[in-house]
Nanobody, 123 residues
């Protein structure tokens, strides 16, 4: 059974940093696309960052470009989201997701999801 487990969410002051981690279990092959999504109350789930395993493709939503970085450690079967210069509008539940196939920013294209980790950014 495939399982994704996020960690690292916390409450921080604006301008601070957090690193989210996603550990995956139960999938013998390599993912084709690893992603971070977020969902704030009353808003749709949005793709924050995507990458393929060899990093030849990365995607960031405009609002996080230059502040967030997605990365992976294949040996540890983990991927990360480094978030710097956090803003109040980054407050959301963050989810890692994975799929076999080309990266796509639509949440519906990802069959595997973690349970989410909460990020709160206070002004």
């Amino acid at each position: 059974q495939v399982q994704l487990v996020e960690s690292g969410g916390d409450s921080v002051q604006a301008g601070g940093s957090l690193r989210l981690s996603c550990a995956h279990f139960g999938f013998a092959a390599a993912w084709s696309c690893m992603a971070w999504f977020r969902q704030a109350p009353g808003k749709e789930r949005e793709a924050v960052a995507l990458m393929n395993p060899n990093s030849t493709y990365t995607y960031y939503t405009n609002s996080v470009k230059g502040r967030f970085t997605i990365s992976q450690d294949s040996a540890k079967k983990m991927w990360y989201l480094q978030m710097n210069l956090l803003k109040s509008e980054d407050t959301a539940m963050y989810y890692c997701a994975a799929r076999v196939g080309n990266c796509a920013s639509a949440a519906a294209s990802f069959p595997y999801w973690g349970q989410g980790t909460q990020v709160e950014v206070a002004v």
